[in-house]
Each structure stands twice: as structure tokens, then as C-alpha cells.
């Protein structure tokens, strides 16, 4: 009776052993209902609408700037002809670049013709004013003082009257019919300026830009197009055929210590002329 009922409890006991495993092996099978991957996140941004990139990068940071490069005297002496410093290949003074997402009509002029600007050296580098008409500059290299005759395009300097004790202001001999530009008889030849494609949105060929020097350019970039303003032949003049060469060792010696540089200075403005979407 005893074996019996041990014999009950042993089969008992292996089928609650084996009633467990196959839950077990349920579980694994079912797997879900025990365990899962679950992720969560979120979206700050939203949906919604985007707002079109307007953007039209100038190469030299604001919408008015000079822009220049920098030439110098032939430096051989006289030799009985005219001494001139040609840069050939003239110079690429001023980018434009459509980096937003619509088109762009641009305008773009040059403002008040050729300048000159006049310079004083410091212990700080130096320091660059426009020259007006009728205002005494005085030379940091030498100390003489000068006026900026604008008419003509030439320095003033000034002499000692010595019965009033006055200074008088006039042009110096080896100015006479002489100018800087824009004159008769110029030392700088400044070369045309031009409005010429660098980058295509798409395809080949050229930006399509009209007007002139003169009356100014107008033109429509696309986005990501890119247009450079070039200066052609600039020549400087160091003497002229009439003369023996001492004159222009005096004059560009004056330019060299009391003018800074002489260019162009531009504008622009730039107004959208497509939407999005197309």
C-alpha cells in the first residue's frame, strides 16, 4: 500500500515538472506577452511651412565697399622714353553670390566715377580719408601741407607769401597740365570695368547682364549663381615724352607718401524676383 502511494506521488510529481516546462516552453514561444522593444521620441520642429533662404553674399562683407589691388612705379630710371607700369591682366576686384533659395534681380553701379583717398602713416599702421576739395591735409612723411584740387585731379601745395605771411596754394611745376586721372595727361589709366560670369546654377553659357560703366548693370542670379566685377589694363605713368624724368620721380614720390589708392567704388541692391514653390 505504502509503494503505491509513493508510486502516485512520483507521478504526480513528474507531471507538475512537466506541466511547468511546457508553460516555460509557452512563454518562450509566445514571447511577447513577457517581453518587447519599445522606443519613444520627439519632434520639435513640427510640420509646417519653410521660410525660403534670402542671402546675397558679397565677397568683401557690406553693400558698399572699395575694392582695389595694389600697383606701383616702373622702377627703372629715365632712359629718354615714357616710363609705364602695365598690369596686363587687370584684376578681379568684387564678387557676387546668390546663396539663397529664390532668384535675385540685381543692380549694380559705380558711385561718384574714379576716387582718390589720401593717407597718413601712424604708429598704428595707416589711416585712409577722402579728399575733398578745399581742405588742408598736412604730409606725415615730410611735414608740407597740401590742398586736393578736385577739378584736376592734383595735389596744391603750398608757398610762403612773404609780404603778407601768408601761404598760397597752387599747383607745383611738375604737376602743371598733369593729373592723377582723368585728366589731360594722367598718371593712372584705369582699365574698363566688367560684369562677368564665375558660376552657372545649371548648364552652360552666361549670365545675361545689361548696361555699361556708365549707367550701370543690371542682372538676375539664380541660387548658388556667382558674377565677378573685373577691372581691365591699369597703367601708371611715370613720365611723359616731353619731359626728363626728374618730374616724374617727383610726382610718384608724392603719390607713394600722401595718396592711398585710387578705384572705384560700388553699390548694389538686390530685390527677389521668383517664389517658392515654383
Known amino acids: ?19 511547468a516546462a511546457m508553460a516555460l516552453i509557452s512563454c ?12 519613444s521620441g520627439r519632434v520639435d520642429e513640427g510640420g509646417g511651412a519653410n521660410i ?26 629715365y632712359a629718354s622714353t615714357e616710363r609705364v607700369h602695365t598690369v596686363n591682366e587687370g584684376g578681379e576686384i568684387l564678387r557676387l553670390t546668390n546663396r539663397g533659395s529664390v532668384n535675385a534681380d540685381i543692380e549694380l553701379n559705380i558711385e561718384g566715377g574714379l576716387q582718390a583717398f589720401g593717407k597718413t602713416f601712424t604708429d598704428d599702421g595707416i589711416t585712409e580719408f577722402a579728399l575733398e576739395a578745399d581742405t588742408e ?7 608740407t601741407k597740401y590742398k586736393w584740387d578736385k577739378t584736376n585731379n592734383r595735389p596744391l601745395v ?5 609780404a603778407t605771411n601768408t601761404y598760397i596754394y597752387e599747383t607745383p611745376d611738375e604737376w ?20 562677368e560670369t564665375v558660376t552657372l546654377a545649371e548648364g552652360d553659357g552666361k549670365i545675361e547682364v545689361s548696361g555699361n560703366q556708365t549707367d550701370g548693370w543690371t542682372f538676375t542670379l539664380k541660387p548658388g549663381e556667382t ?13 611723359f615724352a616731353t619731359e626728363n624724368g626728374d618730374n616724374g620721380d617727383l610726382r610718384d614720390t608724392w603719390i ?4 592711398a589708392r585710387v578705384g572705384y567704388k560700388f553699390t548694389w541692391t538686390a530685390v527677389q524676383s521668383s517664389e517658392e514653390p515654383a
Do not use: C, Q
Open 1 to 19: 500500500m505504502e509503494n503505491k502511494k509513493l508510486e502516485k506521488k512520483s507521478v504526480l510529481k513528474k507531471l507538475t515538472i512537466g506541466i
Open 28 to 39: 518562450a514561444f509566445v514571447g511577447g506577452t513577457f517581453a518587447r522593444y519599445e522606443s
Open 52 to 77: 525660403s533662404d534670402w542671402f546675397i553674399d558679397e565677397e568683401h562683407g557690406e553693400g558698399t565697399d572699395e575694392m582695389m589691388f595694389t600697383i606701383s612705379p616702373r622702377m627703372e630710371a
Open 137 to 143: 591735409y598736412t604730409s606725415s612723411v615730410d611735414g
Open 158 to 162: 603750398y608757398t610762403l607769401d612773404e
Open 176 to 195: 602743371d597740365n598733369v593729373s592723377l586721372f582723368n585728366g589731360t595727361s594722367n598718371i593712372l589709366t584705369v582699365g574698363t570695368v566688367s560684369v
Open 227 to 239: 558674377i565677378a566685377v573685373k577691372i581691365g589694363t591699369t597703367t601708371w605713368t611715370s613720365d
Open 256 to 259: 607713394g607718401e600722401n595718396i
